[in-house]
């Protein structure tokens, strides 16, 4: 089977410094993460950053120290969050991408999201798709619900995108698709052909996603974003839960991708080429 590309998402939106010690708040603090979670396994970055009181910002100065922390201390594929933070603007969303990373989120849907709404409308998703065109940024998809799949399809009819793309399943967020493998191989069978995915799973079920991706011949995204506990009560560092997927993954057979065979499956530009 292909070689397993593992994201981490370290730090995301919601989860807040009060709730676990191990949130990279800061530029080093994603840089220090950088480089634990790439000896750990993983391939690609989800960035979000915060500001030092742990608020949300998706101030570009921000971003670039962030980018520059990471890229000093790792060959991860980096990828910037255009999902933001509940309120924040489609505007603010998307400005980090004049950054120019490699990869960057684009959500394919509205979808309730706890008690809030994350919207993405088309022309929000049109908007964050025009950017990304203008600064040379490779799209992930991501998939809260089924129809968010249409949603993409309907893009590519309208020429925004060409399939196939890279797809994460983001499964369990309360008021998206709930994480059941039966979800996750309604969604696979529906996607376009010849895209690759990964499955988030929020909470609880981020390793049994990960199980299923495995042995399905997927690709798979954990962190502290998703998932806050390496198991009951016992909170989680980064690292640890990439650790844990690239150990079970190479048990079952599936070697785990470096960022430059991650580069190669995804079909993005080496980092020795691009740099
Ligand atoms: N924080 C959520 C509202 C993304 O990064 O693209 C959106 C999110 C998705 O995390
Ligand atoms: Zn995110």
Redesign the pocket.
């Known amino acids: 089977m292909e070689p397993l590309i593992i994201t981490c998402a370290p730090v ?3 989860v807040m410094p009060d709730q676990t010690p191990y949130l990279p708040v800061t530029p080093e603090r994603l840089g220090e993460t950088a480089r634990a979670i790439r000896e750990a396994g993983a391939s690609i970055i ?1 960035v ?1 950053c915060r500001n030092d009181d742990g608020s949300n910002t998706h101030d570009v100065a921000r971003f670039r120290q962030a980018y520059e922390a990471i890229r000093a201390q790792s060959d991860l594929i980096v990828q910037f ?6 309120g924040m603007t489609p505007d603010e969303r998307a400005a980090p991408l004049q950054l120019h990373p490699e990869m960057a ?1 684009l ?1 394919c849907g509205t979808v309730n ?1 706890g008690d809030d709404v ?1 919207e993405n409308s088309f022309p929000i998703m049109r908007g964050i798709l025009a950017k990304m065109h203008e600064f040379g940024v490779r799209p992930e998809l ?1 998939i809260f619900d089924k129809g968010h799949l249409a949603n993409a399809r309907r893009l590519a009819k309208e020429g925004l995108l060409t399939f196939p793309q890279h797809v994460d399943l983001v499964l369990g967020v309360p008021g998206g698709l709930e994480a059941t493998v039966q979800n996750l191989t309604d969604l696979v069978d529906d996607l376009p052909p010849e895209c690759t995915w990964s499955v988030a799973g929020i909470g609880r079920q981020q390793l049994p996603m990960a199980l299923a991706a495995i042995a399905m011949g997927g690709h798979v995204r954990v962190g502290i ?1 998703d998932n806050i506990y390496y198991s009951k009560g016992r909170l989680a560092r980064n690292e640890e839960l990439v650790a844990r997927v690239a150990r079970i993954a190479e048990e079952a057979g599936r070697p785990v991708a470096t960022p430059e065979q991650a580069r190669e499956i995804l079909g993005l530009t080496s980092l020795a080429a691009a740099t």
Request: net charge negative; aromatic share 12%; charged share 20%.
């Open positions: 995301g939106a919601e989800h979000h969050s255009t999902g933001g933070a509940i989120t959500t999201f994350f991501e974003e």
